[in-house]
């Protein structure tokens, strides 16, 4: 674009949203300043499904230009549930069909807290379904809980995908996944933006995702088509991490995102 002045109509900016909150976004505002007095007749096309409140994100995008806003914006279509497979999350126990002793009724503790629970039931709906993304929020996480789900499956059906792990191996792992070779994927916020991941019939959650957007980032990554109904379950690993995760769907579903607050000076 530098070098070609006159070629230049239009710069398209994807997934707005991550960058308007930013110092990223910051950056990129001052890299494309200069394109105005260069190209000066392109036009600025921002895209985001997450971008509030409008006005602000659009002042973001134009700077000191004009710019028109197109909302199409519609309720999501969720298919959303938040799970809890013990009975009381302060005294994680075991189904009584599997203690050891079945001629006992009283419930055992399970060590380890929630998560020898919550692990075989998260391996199920991997396996009830074609293709499955799991989040979490940390990359300690990401990388335990996916060695541990392809330990109990037998088998390596599932892929850790973080931003640590070079470009080229995160999309050796997409196309994995895309074409059938692996169950799903284990990820943290490296899958949450607009990337093309074919058809993923579900998104787990393992603890709330910490906001409505994210929520509706990570959860729009299944059903991914016009029309298509978006289908996530939220695991919570503890009683404050249930009430975050319940107060979090109830804004998912009525579609209320946070605003995007822009950096000032």
């Not at 239009?10 to 394109?35: F, M, N, Q, T, Y």
């Not at 499955?132 to 330990?151: A, D, H, M, Y």
């Amino acid at each position: 674009a530098y070098r070609d002045r006159g070629t230049l109509k239009r710069v398209i900016l994807d997934e707005l949203h991550a960058l308007a909150g930013s110092k990223r976004g910051d950056l990129l505002s001052l890299a494309l300043a200069p394109l105005h007095t260069i190209a000066p007749h392109h036009r600025r096309i921002g895209l985001s499904a997450t971008a509030r409140p409008l006005a602000e994100v659009a002042r973001f995008l134009g700077g000191d230009r004009p710019v028109a806003v197109v909302d199409t914006s519609a309720r999501p279509r969720l298919d959303l549930e938040i799970r809890v497979p013990v009975p009381d999350m302060t005294r994680p126990v075991t189904p009584a069909s599997q203690q050891p002793d079945s001629t006992n009724p009283a419930p055992f503790l399970t060590p380890g807290g929630v998560w020898p629970v919550i692990q075989p039931v998260l391996l199920a709906e991997v396996l009830g379904h074609r293709s499955t993304i799991l989040f979490v929020n940390s990359r300690g996480l990401c990388e335990r809980l996916c060695q541990r789900l392809n330990e109990l499956a037998g088998a390596e059906i599932l892929r850790a995908h973080h931003g640590s792990i070079a470009h080229e191996q995160r999309r050796e792992i997409e196309e994995a996944l895309k074409a059938g070779r692996i169950r799903g994927i284990v990820a943290t916020s490296s899958l949450e933006l607009g990337i093309d991941m074919g058809a993923v019939d579900l998104v787990l959650l393992v603890e709330s995702p910490g906001s409505v957007a994210r929520g509706l980032q990570r959860i729009g990554r299944a059903g991914h088509q016009v029309g298509e109904v978006s289908k996530g379950r939220i695991y919570p690993k503890h009683r404050c991490d249930l009430l975050e995760a319940a107060v979090v769907c109830r804004g998912m579903e009525e579609g209320a995102v946070e605003a995007t607050q822009i950096p000032r000076n």
